[in-house]
Each structure stands twice: as C-alpha cells, then as structure tokens.
C-alpha cells in the first residue's frame, strides 16, 4: 500500500465530509432564504452581512442547548440513533465523481473518493441503512409521536425506495454499468450538437420518478409525513434536543446534498458540461452548479405544495411509482435492444416513457376524480 | 380523459411561487425602520398639561375606577396657591400605572373629566425586571410646553379656582 495514495485517500475524504458539514450548514441557510423569498419575506439577515453568520449562530445555540432523554427511553439506542442516522448521509456520496481527473504540479490526482464498479448498488445499499437511525430514534425515545413517526418514516422510506431503485436501474441500463464513473461518461457529448446526451433527455420519466421519489426518501415536503407537525409534533426527534437534534437535523440535509449529488450524477450528466474535456477543473464547478439547482428545485417544491394525505403517499408509492418505474425499465430495455438495430431508435425511449406517463397520469386523474373516493 | 391538464396545474402552482421570489417583500425592518401608527392607535398614557404648565390631572381617580384591569393608582394632595400643581384643590401626588396589567382598551381615557390622560403612539414598552412594570407619573407626564413653567407653580390667589375647565360650547 501506497503511504501517498492512504494520504491522498484520506484528504479527498476529509475534504468530502467537510463540504458536506459545510454544505448542511449553509443549505439550512439557503432554504431559509429561498423560502423567505417566495413567502414576500427578507429572510435571516441579522447576523452577519445578509445573514450569512446564521448558521453559525445556529449551532452555538444548539451547542449550548441542554440535552434531555426521557426517563424511560432507551438510553443507548438513543444516543447511538442520531448517529446511525448522520454516518449514511455523509458516506453515501462517497462514490459521487465530481471532476475528471486533475494533474496537479506533476501529481495524478482522482477527482473521487472511491471508484467501486458496483457504485449505483453502494449507494443503494447506504440509503437503506438510512432507516435504521430513524426507526431506532422513534423507538428508543418511548413516546408516542416519536413512534408513530419512526414507522411511518421507515415504511414510507421503504416504499419509495423501490421506485427509486427502479429509476436507478434506468440509468444503469442506459450507460451499461454500475460504475458511477461509467455513467457519467456514457453522458458525455450532445446530440445535434446541442442536446446533452444527459439521461434526463433519455429518460425524463425515469428523472421525475427519481426526484419525487427522493422527496419522500429524505422526508421532505409535501412528502414530510414523519414529522408531519400537525398530527405528530416532531415525529421521530419529538423527544431530542441540543447536539443530538442537531444531528438528526444535520442528517436530513445532509441527505439531501447527498440525494442531489446522487441525481445530478445519475441524470444530470454529473461533471459533464462545456469544455470540461479543456479545463478538468470546470468539472467540480459543473456538479456544485447542478447540485445547487437541483436543491434549489426541493425547496421550490417545498414552498409550493401541500402534504399529501398518509394512506394517498402509500397508494401513490405501491399503485404508481412502482408499476409506472417498471414499465420504464422494460421501455428502457426494449429502447436499447432496439437501438442496437439502428442507432436512431434510441427516440423510443423517451416518447414510449412520456407516453406511459400520460397514462399515469390520466389514471391518477380518474381515479381522484371519483366520487367514493373522495368521500373515504 | 385529462393528461396535460393535472401537470399543468402542478405547474402553475410552482409558477405561483417561482413568481413570488421576484416580488418586493413586505417586510420592515423594525428597530431601523418604523410604520407610523394610525391617527386612534392605543398605546402607552401620556398625561397631558396645559398650555402654561399646569398639570391637567386633577386627581379625582376616575381613571382607576374605569379601569377594568385595575391597572391604575392615584393618589391625590392638595394645591395651594403657593404650590399648585394643577387647576383646582387637589393633584394627583402620585400616578402609576402598571403595564403589565393595562388592556389598553382606553376607559381611563373615556372617564377622565378634564383630558388629562391620553393613550399615545408608544408602543415600546418592553422592560427585563418585574417592578419596571410599574410606570411612575414622571414617565408618564409629557415634558413642559414651550411657553409654560414647570409645577409646582406660584400662582395669584383666586386665579384657578376651577378643576374642570369651563366648557365653551355646552352643546359640546
């Protein structure tokens, strides 16, 4: 072993984790912000030059916060909960490449953590483990809220990874490996000179799937059941204050970095973008550009709709994602045998995607539009 | 048969808010910036004086018989021509009121005969420790006018024999 390599290893990884501290920090920022602003509000702008000493101003304040656990809870479970909560969000995107290669004063240095060829099912695998920290807060905390949303949060979460899962497997068809490297290459040129050769343009369907299914694996509105204020206070972090909050908090953005990064990579053409061949730098700037847009899209949604109803988030994951992300995969299959015929039937996957959508669709808008279903 | 509609209207709403980021905001930045209260805002009792510094308080204690919060105390004296405090035989010697008790619902204003206290545009009134609650009457009387002399005043005898100023038009 490489005492370089471990060195380089080690710095790219530190590096990584303190982006996304950093990033967490300052997203609860952006969120506030953005959100402000689409409410006719200014937003935090007290500490520091248009609030940008807000976060820090945040965590002093929850440092200094004094940390419960309730007498019956189960006192290791939940304090090792928040933790078994954070350490998934940061390690997930250890697989995300965000540059091409870089020579740097004569050293070969990978713009990645770690090259798995099995990248997309790592990935899978450590959101899974996501759930675990959430079910475990809920149960630990002996409260009833806090159970209530710890199973819901764990049942939503694990519906909707299927049809996340299944949108995966879209873009591993596409690109032919699992490899993140790999995608991101096969998602490199235009077409027509002019149209990024991005999955999102293969595969627009198999894109939205993945970005409502994400909403619902990050809790986040109008996905946000398990902490649906209303009905359950806090939800799973009901009975967590201080430091431990904080890192049930610092986990939910960090996710969501992590989940945009995962997209930006898969759909988005990850650090492809103009002359990035040239400039190998322009690739890390690309992705955070991606990254960025893609979460500025969250909070939009965030702002805009309403939370849907329990039992409609289970039907709308098990009677729509599910069949709708398989029929996707089939196209998708069927789109690339038929590509291998002529080059030019590629088109029938989007146009044979977005017509299964439209049906989606309409069959969703059928069915809301019944009377007896309004009515239970 | 809808297809095209329901996404659109899932569009429209985002367009709704997309839209709203470009509006001005309706916030004010409050301790730099201040809105100008409306002409019958209730805010903090001043207690007013006359023109030549007499105080118009005579303190008959109406105000803290109105006062459905028992927010206010009075405690009058009496004037003489030598010390006079105010128009008539007797002063309020001393005037609280307590702020953390006050509904500024105005009564006290409704009751005083002679207009002496009035609910101001204050409404600043925030204070760390509980007895600051309690507002004496040197906070509460507005400074002396310009052409007026401060209380107590040395006045001719028979000059301000009458508590409540005669009324100029009755039919008022």
Not at chain 1, 270 to 297: A, E, R, S
Request: with cysteine.
């Amino acid at each position: 072993m490489n005492f370089l390599l471990v060195l380089e290893w080690l710095i790219k990884g530190f590096v990584w984790a303190l982006v996304l501290l950093g990033g967490f920090a300052y997203l609860t920022l952006y969120e506030r912000k953005a959100l402000a602003r689409m409410q006719s509000r200014i937003g935090p702008n007290r500490a520091g030059p248009w609030g940008i000493l807000q976060p820090i101003a945040d965590a002093v304040k929850l440092i200094f916060k004094e940390e419960l656990t309730p007498a019956k809870a189960d006192k290791l479970i939940f304090t090792l909960a928040p933790v078994i909560t954070v350490v998934p969000a940061v390690i997930i995107t250890a697989v995300v490449p965000w540059g091409p290669s870089l020579d740097i004063f004569g050293y070969h240095l990978n713009l990645y953590i770690a090259d798995i060829n099995v990248g997309v099912l790592y990935i899978m695998s450590i959101a899974s483990i996501a759930v675990y920290g959430i079910v475990l807060a809920g149960w630990s905390s002996n409260n009833k809220y806090a159970m209530m949303g710890g199973l819901r949060s764990t049942a939503q979460m694990i519906s909707y990874e299927i049809a996340l899962g299944l949108s995966f497997v879209s873009a591993i068809l596409l690109a032919g490996s699992m490899r993140m490297l790999d995608i991101v290459s096969a998602q490199a040129g235009y077409w027509f000179h002019i149209i990024p050769k991005w999955f999102v343009v293969l595969q627009p369907v198999g894109t939205a799937i993945f970005l409502i299914a994400t909403l619902a694996e990050v809790n986040r509105a109008p996905f946000d059941m398990p902490e649906a204020e209303q009905e359950l206070t806090a939800g799973y972090h009901t009975e967590y204050s201080g430091m431990k909050f904080a890192l049930l908090f610092m986990a939910e953005y960090t996710k969501m970095i992590a989940i945009s990064a995962i997209g930006a990579t898969l759909f988005f053409g990850g650090f492809n973008g103009p002359f990035v061949d040239q400039l190998p730098w322009l690739g890390p700037v690309y992705i955070f550009v991606k990254i960025i847009l893609l979460l500025f899209g969250m909070i939009w949604v965030r702002a805009t709709f309403p939370r849907i109803r329990y039992d409609r988030l289970m039907a709308f994951g098990w009677k729509v994602l599910l069949p709708l992300s398989l029929a996707l995969v089939f196209i998708t299959a069927l789109g690339i045998i038929l590509a291998q015929l002529n080059p030019r039937f590629v088109i029938f996957i989007p146009l044979a995607s977005l017509l299964v959508a439209g049906v989606a669709v309409a069959m969703i808008d059928r069915t809301l539009r019944r009377k007896d279903y309004a009515r239970r | 048969m809808r297809v095209v509609e329901p996404v659109v209207e899932l569009a429209r709403g985002l367009w709704t808010t997309l839209r709203m980021m470009f509006d001005k905001p309706v916030t004010i930045q409050y301790p730099e910036q201040k809105k100008p209260v409306k002409a019958r805002f209730r805010g903090r009792h001043v207690l007013k004086r006359y023109e030549n510094g007499l105080e118009k308080c005579i303190g008959c204690a109406l105000c803290a018989a109105a006062c459905p919060a028992d927010a206010i105390f009075v405690e009058s004296s009496e004037n003489t021509d030598e010390q006079r405090y105010s128009p008539g035989d007797r002063y309020a010697s001393t005037y609280e009121i307590n702020m953390l008790r006050c509904i500024f619902c105005g009564f006290c204003e409704d009751a005083c005969p002679t207009e002496a206290i009035v609910l101001g545009d204050q409404y600043e009134l925030s204070f760390t420790d509980r007895r600051q609650s309690i507002y004496p009457k040197e906070m509460l009387i507005e400074p002396v006018p310009a052409d007026g002399k401060p209380t107590p005043q040395k006045t001719k005898v028979g000059e301000f024999t009458r508590s409540v100023p005669a009324m100029k038009d009755p039919q008022d």
